[in-house]
């Protein structure tokens, strides 16, 4: 059992799915930009969900089946934010 917790382990951290950042006003522009130029090449990341803590504000990036990016802003509590391939849906309110 240690052995598959290990593996498990391994694979969130080398070979994530998404990536979700809490921006704060002093690094935004690095998660948006730098972060996501270096998280890109992981070849399994399929979702980069920028968040902002200070309001209901969400952008999802997420790769295409043509491996390019495509991205969706969040802006009200009730939205519907959706990540199809890992089976999971949830309203923009239910991250505050």
Do not use: C
């Not at 200070?54 to 802006?75: C, F, H, M, S, V």
Request: no cysteine; charged share 20%; hydrophobic share 40%.
């Amino acid at each position: 059992m240690a052995t598959n917790e290990h593996a498990t382990q391994e694979l969130f951290l080398e070979a994530p799915a998404l990536i979700a950042e809490v921006m704060s006003p002093s690094s935004r522009v690095y998660d948006a930009i730098d972060k996501f130029i270096a998280y890109r090449t992981i070849p399994q990341l399929q979702y980069y969900l920028l968040v902002k803590p200070e309001a209901p504000i969400a952008n999802l990036l997420q790769r295409t089946p043509a491996g390019t990016w495509q991205g969706q802003d969040y802006t009200d509590k009730d939205a519907l934010v959706e990540l199809p391939s890992l089976g999971v849906s949830f309203n923009l309110g239910e991250l505050y």
